[in-house]
């Protein structure tokens, strides 16, 4: 057979390749086998189906419940309630906590019996109690500071000390070495040396400075820094008295006004044995630790009792 050119020849080739019937025959039986085996296979997957339905049916109902009840409880945010409880307070307490009631030591509270006096009738912050054995002339002295609760506390254990060589007594004539009993407060301090360091007012004696013992002097109990010209026949040339005033403090006792019928000069002061003049001995130790610790904040006082 005669083809006119190539490209005819080739499309004649190319026809009778795929239109003859040996060919189409072959591709119409492979299509109907895989159309066989996937009909077979999802009839196998509907009855496997099927049966694990009816069979676990239950047991799978069960399990994806607890599931989907278990999401809800965890997984799944809520927003809080805004119902208020029926047992909540509806209004803040009246009565606020009180705080534990304050108490003063019991040798607070002793001291205080001791010498007669209240805890009311304390409105200082530095105290000192000087209990007097009459019968061996000594007497110990005890200091309390207040502290930011209340409390009176000790600053230090007390101080063991003398009185006058003629006892204490609330009544004392000029001329007589006794301890007056009673409650003074404490005006200044001074002495021969030099001011040790105290926060209380401290003058260092000169040989200008007297104290006026003379009971007919209108300077009588009186610091004088002078001594010509005075109206006065006795007193304590103070620049003189280095082992008693090396340093010493002065209580308002028979200070304002003066009684010249009372004794005068009353000082705590150094001493190692009852006084010849009447005041408190103490160790110049003692002394110091008193001058240190009095501060003029504190407004100490000193009760004095047996």
């Known amino acids: 057979m005669a083809y006119k050119n190539d490209r005819t020849k080739n499309r004649r080739r190319y026809k009778s390749r795929y239109r003859s019937a040996h060919s189409y025959k072959q591709k119409r039986s ?16 509907v009855i496997a189906s099927l049966v694990i339905v009816f069979t676990f049916g239950d047991s799978i ?5 607890n599931t989907l009840d278990n999401i809800t409880a965890t997984d799944v945010p809520t927003e809080p309630s805004t119902e208020i409880p029926t047992n909540a307070p509806t209004e803040a307490p009246t009565q ?4 534990p009631p304050v108490e003063q030591s019991d040798e607070f509270m002793a001291l205080l019996e001791s010498s007669s006096m209240k805890l009311e009738d304390i409105k200082v912050d530095q105290m000192m109690f000087a209990q007097v054995d009459e019968e061996n002339l000594t007497c110990t002295i005890t200091c309390f500071e207040k502290d930011e609760t209340g409390l009176y506390v000790k600053p230090f254990e007390p ?3 003398f009185i006058g060589v003629e006892g204490a007594d609330t009544m004392i004539t000029p001329y007589e070495a006794k301890t007056p009993i009673g409650l003074f407060k404490i005006e200044y301090t001074f002495g ?21 013992t003379d009971p007919n002097s209108a300077n009588y109990n009186r610091w004088m820094s002078t001594y010509e010209g005075g109206d006065w ?18 209580f308002d006792y028979n200070r304002d006004p003066v009684d010249h019928s009372q004794g005068c000069a009353k000082f705590i002061h ?29 407004n100490p006082y000193i009760k004095i009792f047996i």
Request: charged share 15%; proline share 6%.
């Open 192 to 212: 021969t040396r030099p001011d040790p360091g105290t926060e209380f007012e401290y003058t260092q004696f000169t040989d200008a400075d007297y104290w006026i």
């Open 30 to 45: 492979s299509s109907q086998t895989r159309a066989a085996v996937l009909v077979s296979v999802l009839t196998f997957v």
């Open 159 to 161: 101080l063991n000390g």
């Open 233 to 250: 026949s006795s007193s304590q040339w103070l620049f003189e008295y280095t082992r008693s005033y090396p340093h010493a403090i002065v």
């Open 270 to 298: 150094v001493s190692y044995e009852p006084t010849k003049n009447g005041g408190i001995g103490l160790s110049e130790n003692d002394i110091l630790n008193l001058l240190y610790w009095i501060k003029p904040s504190g």
């Open 96 to 99: 606020a906590p009180t705080d």
């Open 61 to 65: 109902y069960t399990m994806l419940d």
